[in-house]
Each structure stands twice: as C-alpha cells, then as structure tokens.
C-alpha cells in the first residue's frame, strides 16, 4: 500500500502549539509544585498568551494550509486568534484576586482557560468540518466545567449543569448536519463543499439543505441568537463573573468566526436559501435581547439579553454579505471583547464575598465614592449603547451602512429602533451611578494591580478603536479576502 | 443490498428518539442517554455515508466523533455528580434556583 | 439470497419468545392471587433478608471508570496506529510519542491528585 504521509505544518499552528504546552505545563506545575510556587500560575499563563501573541503578530499576511489542508493560516484566523488572546488575557488578570476572595484559587482554572482558548483558535482556523467540531467540543467542554468552577455554590453547578446539557444537544444538531452535507457532498473539507455546491444542480438536493438548516440551529445556539438563546441567562448569572466575561466574548466569537467560513464561503452558493432565514433570526435575536433586557434587575442577565441583542446585531452584518458588512463582523467583534469585558471587569471589582452587588440597583450613587470606576463603566456602558466616540458606535455604524449598502433597508432601519431601545437599560446604570443618592455603605475598594491594568486595557481598547476606526476596518478587510 | 435510505431513516429515528428523550424526560441522567444517542444517530450516518460514497473521510470522523462523545460524558457525569452533592437530587424539575 | 439463510434463526426467535410469553400470559390469566407478606419479600436462597437492597456506593468507583474510558478511547486510537505502523516509519513513531506524552500529562496529574489511590 502506497501511504502519502500528509505535510504537517508546524509553524502555522505555533499560537496553539504555545498555549497548548503552556496549559500542560501550568497543570503539572499544579500538582507537583509547592503551594507558593503555584501562585505564579496565572503569571505564567499571562506569559504564553503574550508569547502567542507575538507570534500571531508576527505571522500576520502569511498564509498556509496545514494538516492535509484540515487547518488554514489566513490574516482571518489570524485575526480573531489576536481577539481571542486578548479575551483570555484580560480574563486570567481579572481573575487572579477574584478567585483568591472567593476560595476558589486552583491552578486548574488557568489550565482550563488556556485550552479553551486553543480550542477556539482551532475553531476560527478550521478549513474542515471536524476541525470545526473538535475545536468547538474544546472549548466548550472546558467552559462546562470552568462555569461550575464555583462548586460550593449551588447557582454555579446550576449553570453548569444547564450549559452542558443544551450545549451537548446543540451539538448533535451540528454532528447531524455535517453528516448530512457530507452525504451530499462527499467531502467535509470547506473548499470541496464550495466546489461541490458551485455546480447547479447541487441547489436543489434536500439533504444539502437539511444540513445547512441544522447547522444553523448548532451554530445558533453556540452564538446566543433567539430561539436558542434559552440557556444564556442561566448562565451567565450563575457562572463565575470572570468565566462569564470569558464566556460572553469568546465563544461568540469562535462561533461566528466558524458560521462565517462555512456560510459565506462553503455555502455561499446558496446564498438565496439561507440568507431570509439569518435575517429573521437576526430580527428576533436583536429585538428580544434588548426588550428583554429592560425589564433585568441583576446586572448578569441584563448584560447576558444584551450579549444576545449583540449577536443579533452581528448577524445583521452577515446578512449583508458584502466586503463591508464581512468586515464589520471582525470589527465589531473586537469592539465588543473590550467593552464586555470591560463591563465585567468592573462588575468584578465591585463585588465581594458575601455581597455580590449584582442588583442595578446596587450601582445607585457609585460615582459619588468611587469617581473613577464610575467613569470606567460609563465609558463602557456608552460603548455597548452606540454612543460616539466609544467603539461600540462606530461598529453599530459600518454594521448598518453595510445592510443598507446590501438594499436591506427594513433590516437597517430595525436595527437602529433596537439600538434606541437599548441606550435606555445602558443609560439606566449611569444614571444610577450618576445621579442617584447610594443605597447602602460601599466596603472599601482595592483593586489588585492586575485589576487595574486589565481595566486600562480594556477602556483604551475601547476609545482607540472608536477614535480611529479606519485602521482597524482595514486590518478587518484585509482578513476577510480569503473568504471572498 | 440495503439501500442507503433504510440506513438514513434509522438514523433519523435514532435521533428523533433521542431529541423526544431530552425534551421529555426528567431524570438528568437519562436526558444526557437520550444526547449520546443523538450522538450516535450521527455516527450511523456518517458511516452508512462513507460506505455508499466510497470515501473513507465519514469513518475517520466517527473516531474523532465517540473520542469527543467519551470525553462529553465524562464532563457532564462529572457535572452531574457535583450537582448531586450539593442538591441531593437528579431530577430536572427541581434545577430551579435561577428562572425568568 | 442471504436473509432466507438466517429464516431458521428467526424461527427459533419466534418460538423462543413466544413461548415464554404464552407462559407467563396463561399463568396470570389462571390460577389464584393470594398476596402475603412473606410471600412478596425478596428471595435470597431462604434465610430471611438482612438490611436494604441499594446501599450507597463509594464516588470512587465513578472514578475509575471515568479514567478508564479516558485511557480507553486513547488505546483506541492506537489500534489503527499499531495495523500500519511499519509503513509510517519514524513519521508516525514521533507522532504517536506526542499523543501518547500529552495524555501522559494528563495521567501524571491524575496520579499525582490522588485519584488513584484506592482506600
């Protein structure tokens, strides 16, 4: 038998290979290290997401097939991989004091971060189907576990419970439809399934379509959009704060960085079957978001509706699948790791054991005493409404310009109404913070050092990007040729 | 000799009983059976496919797919058991701490 | 053609289960029901049942078969490895050394956690 041993291409996955032997080592050191030795994990683990990162950067404009052609290196991967380090950086220094007053302060966590992270940047690099699916499996069951972390505390193993459940049957939907579209097209690979559907006759074959249909159901579910939106406020209240700050930027991103190769560019053929069904869910997904977020009293699932209405509003883009609106999903997904994370940053530091303060109601008369931290949220909180100079509007704006450069006018103009509608529960927390009379003592705040340079990060972030948008719009269309 | 659709309706059944199963049952273990058999409805497909198509790329994702479901049932029996600890119970109806 | 080969299995299918049906339907349809106590406690070899049937059981059972269908899905991988592994030459050695060292890390730190340990 004549065996063609396939090229292996070292060097493109070098971001994950550093992660993933970063995470390996960090969970030997938990077990063999002495106690004080294991409290430099999380600095270590900073170190291999900065090494990662280098690397992306350094890899940028190279472009290169690895695995049998399984793995892709494009500036697109490249680009949420950039997205994805940072999620995790921010999340790991947003950690490390949380976890210590909470009792909770295991090597684990990091380990388990970290390999989440490998598993999405797999995902947003998957030329194939099964990469797809084990890169989604990767980080998904890492954050099953990393949303129970808090185990005494029965709303956590709650979440937990009922992130696995509907997440593993969300899954089966993905599986069913891969295996249908690769029973019509003979091939898991995105660029067999691109040259397979290019030729008429495909069009019409029902196992194709049956496939697609369900693998928007699974990649519904992993992005949040209505009607599979069920588990996200669950979740996100009873998690971690730290792991769902991680959660509410990094499988979004992961799962939007997979549904754009596969939509619109596997399956772009069939632009005309699947693009009314996006537009409907991007309707109900943005519309519910944020009327159900007005009427949240605990400021986790009012930012959990207001990630849903987010998705919504990225799936806008997709429906406008031209260069600009393409671009517009990487832009505003990097705009959104940094105001979400942000705003949970702050949630974070302003809780303590024992007195989570995650009423709205508890942020009343913040700014009286801590002038700064209010500030910060503002800033955050402006950027998740729209309101200019903030990223956050400027990625509303190219989103919007691109739906209706794309002739869907009715999808613009819902758009905004939503986008109104939101500035109202985002302005409620300034207000409060602002103008209102505080309800209770506040406890003395100290922030750690890692703390407060993770909340600079993230409002200069948040600023830059919103003060000079057309750089990064340009770094974004340069990484989506590869799909056009 | 069996075509291919009786392998695929199979494989249809196969997952409609186990969608039905997690929508209706309410003991948490058997819900996580009814996803595993969800799982395996796929893997049916995935080979009934490869042999019908000549191409061995549905098998070799079959292997990917029961390492993935193996390692899946680890982390939520795992899940399920912390849940156990603190609330004595597996029945679905009473995971109600956290509602509308 | 090849399913009349296995009608006799079947036959015998048939003849099996019906049989064992047709008894139990005729032995509730005839004869008397006189429940008693003594009648209705479980059976063990006529001495009289000590304690209850279900006891709990040690989690560490639970854990020994998780870690068992960990490792068990990695021999699984090594199947094929092992059926054509002379024609992979050092290629597929290397790549094999790789997996088998992650999950290595994966059993240092299973061992070194104690879950292991028995008693």
């Known amino acids: 038998m004549n065996l063609v041993i396939p090229e292996i291409n070292w060097s493109a996955i070098g971001p994950e290979l550093t992660l993933s032997i970063t995470a390996m080592v960090l969970l030997l050191l938990s077990v063999v290290a002495s106690p004080t030795a294991r409290r430099a994990i999380p600095y270590l683990s900073l170190l291999g997401i900065a090494f990662a990162l280098l690397l992306c950067i350094s890899l940028w404009g190279k472009s290169a097939y690895a695995f049998n052609r399984m793995v892709v290196l494009d500036n697109y991967a490249l680009f949420f991989k950039i997205i994805f380090l940072i999620t995790t950086a921010l999340t790991v220094l947003m950690s490390i004091r949380y976890l210590k007053e909470q009792g909770y302060e295991h090597g684990e966590y990091y380990v388990l971060i970290l390999f989440a992270a490998v598993g999405m940047m797999f995902m947003a690099s998957a030329a194939d189907l099964i990469i797809v699916f084990l890169g989604l499996e990767t980080f998904s069951l890492a954050i099953y576990v990393l949303a129970g972390f808090f185990r005494a505390q029965p709303k956590s193993i709650e979440s937990s419970l009922k992130y696995f459940l509907l997440g593993a049957f969300s899954t089966g939907f993905l599986l069913y439809g891969i295996a249908l579209i690769y029973g019509a097209t003979g091939t898991t690979n995105l660029k067999g399934i691109y040259e397979f559907v290019s030729k008429a006759p495909a069009l019409t074959d029902p196992l194709l379509l049956i496939g697609m249909g369900l693998l928007i159901v699974g990649f519904g579910f992993k992005v949040a959009s209505v009607p599979f939106h069920m588990w996200t406020p669950d979740v996100y209240e009873g998690a971690p704060t730290s792991i769902t700050a991680f959660m509410s930027v990094g499988p979004k991103a992961a799962g939007f960085a997979a549904f754009l190769r596969v939509f619109l560019y596997a399956l772009s053929p069939l632009q005309t079957d699947w693009i009314w069904i996006l537009w409907v869910l991007a309707v109900l997904t943005m519309t519910l978001g944020n009327v159900v977020a007005i009427a949240q009293k605990n400021i986790k699932r009012m930012l959990a509706y207001s990630s849903i209405a987010h998705a919504g509003y990225i799936l806008v883009a997709m429906v406008a699948a031209d260069e600009l609106g393409t671009a517009s999903v990487l832009y505003y997904m990097l705009a959104y790791a940094f105001m979400n994370l942000g705003a949970f940053g702050v949630i974070i530091l302003f809780g303590r054991k024992g007195e989570e303060n995650v009423n709205i109601s508890d942020y009343s008369g913040m700014a009286a005493k801590y002038p700064l931290l209010a500030a910060v949220m503002a800033i955050f909180m402006f950027s998740l409404a729209g309101i200019p100079p903030t990223a956050g509007f400027v990625g509303k704006f190219y989103i919007f310009s691109a739906a209706v450069k794309a002739g869907y006018i009715g999808l613009a103009i819902i758009g905004v109404l939503n986008s109104a509608l939101s500035v109202y529960f985002y302005l409620r927390i300034t207000v409060m913070m602002y103008m209102r009379s505080p309800e209770k003592e506040f406890a003395k705040l100290e922030p750690s050092p890692a703390m407060v340079i993770a909340l600079i990060i993230a409002v200069f972030g948040t600023l830059q990007i919103g003060i000079t948008p057309s750089h990064y719009l340009n770094l974004a269309k340069q990484s989506i040729l590869a799909l056009m | 000799m069996v075509s291919l659709s009786s392998y695929l309706i199979l494989s249809a059944i196969l997952f409609s009983v186990g969608v039905v199963g997690f929508l209706l049952r309410r003991n948490i273990i058997v819900i996580f059976m009814s996803i595993e058999l969800m799982l395996n409805a796929a893997n049916l497909a995935f080979v009934a496919f490869s042999r019908f198509l000549d191409s061995m790329d549905g098998q070799i994702f079959v292997f990917f797919v029961m390492a993935v479901a193996a390692a899946e049932a680890v982390v939520g029996l795992a899940i399920i058991m912390a849940m156990y600890r603190v609330k004595e119970t597996v029945n679905a109806d009473e995971m109600n701490l956290m509602k509308w | ?119």
């Open chain 3, 1 to 119: 053609m090849m399913i009349t080969d296995y009608l006799p299995i079947f036959i015998f299918l048939v003849v099996a289960v019906g049989f064992a049906l047709v008894t139990i339907f005729l032995s509730s349809i005839i004869g008397k029901r006189k429940i008693t106590p003594q009648k209705m406690i479980p059976y063990e070899c006529g001495m009289d049942p000590i304690g209850q049937a279900r006891k709990p059981f040690s989690v560490k059972f639970y854990i020994i078969a998780m870690l068992f269908i960990i490792f068990d899905i990695e021999a699984v991988f090594l199947y094929p490895w092992a059926v054509i592994f002379k024609e992979l030459k050092i290629f597929g050695l290397v790549e094999m050394a790789i997996f088998i060292a992650i999950l290595l890390v994966g059993f240092v730190y299973v061992w070194k956690k104690g879950a292991l340990e028995w008693e």
